[in-house]
């Protein structure tokens, strides 16, 4: 799966899963940050609830912790860390 169409799945996914309704995924900003001002102003509940998407979704484990931080920065980062480990899970190699 190309970078481009998972970010749009993971949008997709937050709007619907952490009730952000009214809020069109197509409007969110590959780099915005999902957490604090200027962001989807998500939380550590959500965080949680992030992580178990993307393990149902996509079948990938998030990292706890300290090492979660810069995987849940952005959909760029969260599509980046789910297409990496899809990869490597697959054997093939990264797509741009």
Do not use: C, H, Y
Request: aromatic content about 4%.
């Amino acid at each position: 799966m190309q970078r481009a169409d998972l970010k749009r799945e993971i949008k997709a996914l937050l709007v619907s899963e952490l009730n952000l309704a009214g809020r069109d995924p197509a409007a969110i900003a590959d780099d915005a940050p999902l957490f604090g001002d200027g962001g989807l102003g998500l939380d550590s509940l959500d965080a949680l609830q992030i992580a178990m998407l993307v393990e149902e979704k996509f079948g990938v484990r998030v990292p706890e912790g300290d090492e979660a931080r810069p995987i849940f920065v952005s959909v760029s980062s969260l599509a980046e860390f789910v297409g990496r480990e899809r990869d490597a899970k697959a054997g093939s190699t990264p797509l741009g």
